[in-house]
């Protein structure tokens, strides 16, 4: 096989990728008579998420038996009648709720958002507010400040908020606080209190009622007039977020003018004695709390699991292809044709590039960029579990290439000038000798990205891909029983890679047992 025979090859490789890629693509403009609206679906009795479609629950899309109701399900689907436009829920975390919008993944956020001047400048916001809240502070039942009665009680106290919001703004107002870093969402910030890390957080009254409705382990803080926060009226209003220029914002607004605050409140404590939320038995030990969540939530667990080893298996395959391409591409000889050397430089230094890339930047920080970046840049809408395989891969592929490269500089140089001396090719080296003996020598490398792999699609939540760690979430919001439902998630974990790598060894193990068989056989002769 000629040296041009190779080129043509990774040439056709990297334009079928791109094409597949392409395949994929799909122009991100919306049907007029969708309204796709973004909220985090577990932040209770704003927004929630179950397993059934009662009390006026909406499914939720890209997921199966999954269905999205509370306070902000409600205005929504009012909003959407209004507009006559079928309302279609897309759960999303709450730090993508601002580039999915700019990316056209949803037109609008109803999730429980305060208009704050920052957010402006991104957003536009209906001008009447939804509901209006105010601030309390969620601390531990059993914990020193159960009796707190004004600001001041919380002196000493470790207090944090929810991450980009604008109540971890208000944690200065408390004289000698220990102000702690914002925490991502209310779950994290629930078992941080639930396990005595900080002594408590900020948040609306609806939500820490929520908590304390739903869990013994909380308890809710509020505050007579003048010793508790120092707000303003547009502090604590919660609004639309819609793109800027969005022709239906003014519809909204007007659809707004008759949601008085009457409504709103009637609404609201519907929504909390609607919770769908088992309070459980307080007499119940751990263990039985855990296989009762296992036995109740076990579809969701299974279907997370199951998606899960999905995008870590496929991942990692293409990963491996991708990193054998690159592998032998980048040591193959140098052509004395000017034109083809000239352009295994320029892919050389582009593979380089790809590689420094992938390898130097975290895999949550390439979701972002890849599945949001793509609609915003080129208007393209990336299928979600198409947009999480291919980040996977080419992730995985940046790793493995280097592992490759190692792995066929590991064969004996012997072994290239003896097949070169019969006059055999780069490729035919490379497929009938090298190979077969790299793909040995990096298999324990292999099965450890695997492992990696598995464990990592838990950042791939932040695109709303529902894997395990996403469906586990779910599950503590709706039970508000973290730890007895993060214990059933670390022991899927546990099960899922310990079961991948006794496998792997199993391999490992025959592949040497027929090496031996093969080099007595040769040994005789």
């Known amino acids: 096989m000629s040296k041009r025979r190779i080129n043509f090859q990774v040439l056709i490789f ?59 399900v409600q205005v929504a689907k009012m909003l959407a009648k209004k507009l006559n436009r079928k309302l279609v829920i897309v759960k999303t975390a709450w730090d993508g709720l601002v580039p999915a919008l700019k990316a056209r993944k949803i037109d609008a956020i109803i999730g429980g958002m305060t208009p704050t001047a920052e957010r402006r400048q991104e957003v536009d916001f209906s001008s009447n507010s939804y509901y209006t809240s105010s601030l309390v502070i969620v601390v531990n039942s059993k914990g020193r400040y159960t009796d707190a009665k004004k600001l001041s009680d919380f002196q000493g106290a470790k207090i944090t908020a929810q991450q980009g919001t604008f109540n971890y703004s208000f944690i200065k107002q408390i004289p000698g606080v220990k102000k702690q870093t914002a925490m991502r969402d209310f779950p994290q910030m629930r078992q941080a209190v639930e ?64 949601w008085i605050k009457e409504k709103q409140n009637h609404l609201m404590k519907k929504m909390i004695k609607l919770q769908l939320i088992d309070k459980g038995n307080e007499k119940d030990t751990f263990f039985t709390q855990v296989l009762t969540i296992a036995k109740n939530s076990g579809p969701q667990f299974v279907r997370g699991a199951g998606m899960t080893l999905f995008i870590a298996l496929v991942g990692t395959l293409v990963g491996l292809i991708i990193g054998l391409a690159i592998g032998v591409f980048r040591t193959k000889a140098k052509s004395s044709n000017k034109l083809i050397y000239i352009l295994d430089q320029i892919t050389t230094w582009l593979l380089s590039f790809y590689i420094e890339v992938f390898r130097g930047t975290p895999m949550i920080v390439q979701a972002m960029v890849i599945y949001y970046g793509t609609a915003k840049a080129f208007h393209l809408n990336l299928d979600r579990i198409f947009a999480a395989l291919f980040i996977v891969s080419i992730n995985t592929g940046a790793y493995m290439s280097e592992i490759v ?10 072994q290239f000038e003896a097949a070169q001396a019969l006059g055999m090719t780069h490729s035919q080296t490379m497929m009938k000798i090298v190979l077969p003996q790299v793909i040995r020598n990096i298999l324990p490398a292999t099965g450890n990205e695997f492992v990696i792999n598995i464990k990592d699609t838990s950042v791939l939540n932040v695109i709303s891909v529902v894997e395990l760690y996403f469906s586990g979430n779910t599950v503590a919001t709706q039970n508000f029983q973290y730890f007895q439902t993060f214990t059933i998630i670390a022991v899927i974990y546990f099960v899922m890679t310990f079961t991948i790598t006794r496998i792997l060894r199993l391999l490992e193990r025959k592949m040497d047992k027929r090496d031996r068989k093969l080099n007595c056989i040769s040994s005789k002769f």
């Open 405 to 414: 490269r190692g792995g066929i500089f590991a064969v004996d140089k012997g």
């Open 14 to 72: 990297i334009f079928s990728l791109l094409f597949a890629l392409n395949c994929s693509f799909s122009i991100t403009t919306q049907a007029e008579s969708v309204f796709r609206i973004g909220m985090e679906a577990g932040y209770a009795p704003f927004n929630w998420t179950q397993d059934d479609d009662k009390n006026g629950a909406v499914a939720i899309e890209g997921t199966k038996n999954q269905y999205a109701n509370g306070y902000d």
């Open 195 to 258: 396990s005595g890390i900080i002594d408590g957080y900020v948040a609306e009254q609806p939500e820490a009622m929520s908590a304390e409705y739903a869990n013994h382990a909380f308890k809710m803080i509020t505050f007579k007039e003048g010793e508790g926060f120092k707000t303003n009226p547009e502090d604590t209003a919660i609004a639309v977020g819609m793109r800027k220029g969005d022709s239906d914002l003014a519809t909204v607004n007007a659809i707004l003018t008759t």
